[in-house]
């Protein structure tokens, strides 16, 4: 295995064979689990930036995020049990508390002072377990750049699940920040084909935002069914995504209808979000979620408009998939030169972003 | 790959990702295979300490261990055939004696005097083929680790199994010196919970030995059907587990019935033998033995016992193999500070033993 | 991994466990596919010499053979459309004709000159379709090294088929190049037992060839239902083999009937081509054809020999990749002593040149 690898703005987010890539900052929010995953009594392993974490509820029901290692004998915690509003190892039955400190030694009564295991700041909001994993301190100063539509399931009739990926988070994150593979990869679900122009694009210190407007376009086939609209009916839509974060991407599509009857509705609003926690710098777990103010009383267009969404973000998954397995069997594959073109600005914002944020860490390691 | 990392006394028998870690000592003997495995007229391959060997048999039945690499094109001479007291490659014919020495090349007859594989001192004890692994010379000077009680099945009644384990030998070796995990590894099978207490422990150069009282117990679950002592019975129980040497570990429990009537049997005695081969650094050929001195007659209860105790096996196969494999999966595991508590003494004093082995073959390399 | 080794004339064509070896030259015509595989419409990837290549047909029909990853965000090529004689990307819809240009970029109209793939030479000869792997403009000074009878089924009644092959190319050259293994690897299936003595060898600057003559011998078992020929009769054989280039070794096998009634046939001529394209060091696109001047009505006799050979070479094929499964599971493979015999000499001889070629390269890089 080479050395990590020093990694620019122009550093791709696919690192070849042999090759690590640690593109991800580690003081930040990212999402551990949908709240549903983590039951009580129940112990829940998950990897997370590269290390493994356990996932349990105390009976008070608050959720704990330890190190997933047993300072006595390295055995994962995870293979333990929940004993009250601790985790007990399953090797030699020590326990420990939602702080990490070791409350319990079966075979003496002294605890060393190193018997500890680390615990990561926690907070759930609507679907999600958001866990910090950087220096606790900084944990206070900072909340989970979460979408309020993401806790208001009435008003937004979410929808959204799992989607693995075998590939570096950040090729999810610079895919939807380029919707112009839409008539390439989503040709023949989605079957938008006119996003053909580079976007507009807003810049901050720590976001990247695209615009784009398709004016007297027609309703998407996605939303046919859930909006009742024929298509022939004209529609001006406004699209924009926003990369609010390294662990999550929101995303926004509205369509006014032109020459609505009187008393027809004539705004139909939906949002996305994208979440990405890097598993390993080869793997990321990728939970979509998205929700629409016209869908509320409609289960079965609800449904058919998770199938569509669930295929054709497959279509995104065995692009990226395939270009990973590519590089990990190239090991010139950070030597090569990268074209971009006007369409990849905000994806090559969000990477400069990213990095810095990376840079910033490795020159401050005690934060 | 990153380089073999230095061991110190204080170094985990489990070494994470890209990492190797030697701690098997080479001048030792170690079980080769089960006596029944190496057929006549068969070629038996087998890794031990990262090389592959091959087994036969010459055709006065005696056992033999050769480097299972032909030295002209490198075929595994385990592809071949035996040839009366030789084996013959099976790419180009070339024949090897069970000194090692090429004794015939179909094409010619001048025989180079580098055409020699190496030859591995064998012995066979009761079920076992001992092979050393280390200089040939110092082979004489020492006999293989084997107790009496593994070579008299007709007293000792033993059953066994191989039970190959994907995890660094020692680690099997910590877990049977530390019993204290019975209560929670073994809670649902073996039931035994009272093993709370640290050890007494007494050391010598070159071997470790914990000994363990109970007094006014019961006979435990795995023996009740054997000796026919009702769960009511109150015993006294004498445990010791010893480290004879890297390759094998002995253990006893004798139970004394307190309370016997005239002319009933109080003395119950048992033994185990853990044997333990690495394969590589993170692959183990692992035997368990034992034998007990009033099963001879009960084929039943002999077999009730074994199933039990494979259960109960593979329940510790299964916490060092998740243990083996997060490691396997974290760069930094050998990082991690290890806590240990009084009743890790006799593994940690193993583990001295063992480096210690280790360093001083490395500080002369010619032995 | 560790650093490529530095590769001499003595080097073996395998190396170990975390070891590379680049002993295939780059200025050379290689087998790409076979010309069926190559179908309009239709885009072919395939790893040459460790790079991903994708081959497709122009509406002309011409063979193109690019650089398998799209310049712009490193999607493999091989998984978008082939559009007129151009290849699209499946990702964001970038266009490359058959000299690698881009061509067409969806979203703007400016084409940046660096957004270009490599493209390679071509050229199809009978049944194979011939790719050039190193610098384009040292192609035009060179041709395919194909065989005459390659491009005469007619004449020479071809059989042959693709056996892939998981271990490094010059283990089966040197195979080819030694065929006293009939005796062991083939005892059972070709049973030609008379292969015992090392050949004449004839070597020039950049090929090596054997010759060996068998007087008074009979027909090879898997000839006798094509020739007709009785088990009995008895036969000169001759049969020479030549490593053309590091891409293609030809064989032949000529029999001459001894003792022939009026008007019978005397004369039997075979040819063998086993062309070999590295993948990576480790795997092989291997290929044989065959071709006799007595089969080409006899349907029946070709599909018997056919069916035979195939048997046979798997043998080869078990043992090679079984040499190479050793190598990789042993670090220290490369500090093997191997030992040679006069029947290796032509092997030697292809290796020596071989290296030669590797080292040149090397020095001149720029070539």
Redesign the interface.
């Known amino acids: ?2 050395s990590p690898q020093h990694v620019s703005a122009a550093t ?1 987010p ?1 690192a070849g ?2 090759q690590e890539l640690h593109n991800f900052p580690t003081n930040q929010w990212w999402v551990a689990a949908l709240r549903e995953e983590v039951q009580p009594g129940r112990l829940l392993e998950r ?1 997370l930036l ?3 974490v356990v996932l349990y509820r105390t009976t008070e029901g608050k959720a704990v995020a330890l190190e ?2 047993c ?6 915690l995870s ?2 049990t929940v004993v009250g509003d601790r985790v ?6 020590f326990q420990y508390g939602p702080d990490g400190r ?1 409350a319990h ?4 009564s002294a605890i ?1 002072s ?2 500890v295991v680390r615990s990561f700041p926690v907070r759930e909001l609507g679907p999600l377990v958001w866990v910090w994993t950087g220096a606790p301190e900084l944990a206070q100063h900072s909340e989970p750049p979460c979408p309020q539509w993401l806790l208001d399931d009435a008003t937004w009739a979410l929808i959204g699940e799992a989607m693995p990926l075998k590939a570096n988070y950040m090729s999810l994150k ?1 895919n939807v920040l ?1 919707l ?2 839409f ?3 989503h040709a023949s679900t989605f079957k938008i084909t006119d996003w ?3 976007p507009e694009v807003e810049v901050t210190d720590s976001s990247v935002k695209f615009i784009q407007r398709f004016e007297n376009s027609v309703c998407p086939v996605m939303y046919l069914e859930l909006s009742g609209l024929g298509p022939e009916r004209r529609v001006n839509r406004y699209s924009w995504g926003v990369s609010l974060s390294p662990a999550i991407h929101e995303a926004c599509m509205e369509m006014t209808v032109l020459e609505t009857a009187p008393g027809e509705r004539a705004e139909y609003r939906s949002r996305f979000a994208h979440i990405t926690t890097p598993a390993s710098s080869r793997e990321t777990h990728y939970w979509w979620f998205t929700g629409n103010d016209y869908g509320q009383n409609n289960a079965q267009g609800q449904e058919t408009l998770k199938e569509l969404i669930r295929v054709a973000f497959r279509e995104d998954k065995v ?1 990226l998939e ?2 990973q397995a ?2 990990d ?3 010139d ?1 950070l030597n ?9 600005r905000p994806g090559l914002q969000a990477r400069r972003i990213l990095m810095r944020l990376v840079e910033q860490e490795k020159a401050q390691p005690g934060t």
């Open positions: 295995m080479r791709p696919i064979a042999g990897r590269g290390k493994s997933n290692r300072p006595h004998r390295a055995a994962p293979l333990g007990m190892c399953g090797y030699h039955g070791c030694i079966p075979t003496q060393p190193s018997a610079e380029d112009t593979h008539g390439y990869v053909v122009n580079p692009m395939c270009i590519a590089a069997a190239d090991p594959y090569y030169r990268e074209v971009s073109v006007a369409a990849d």
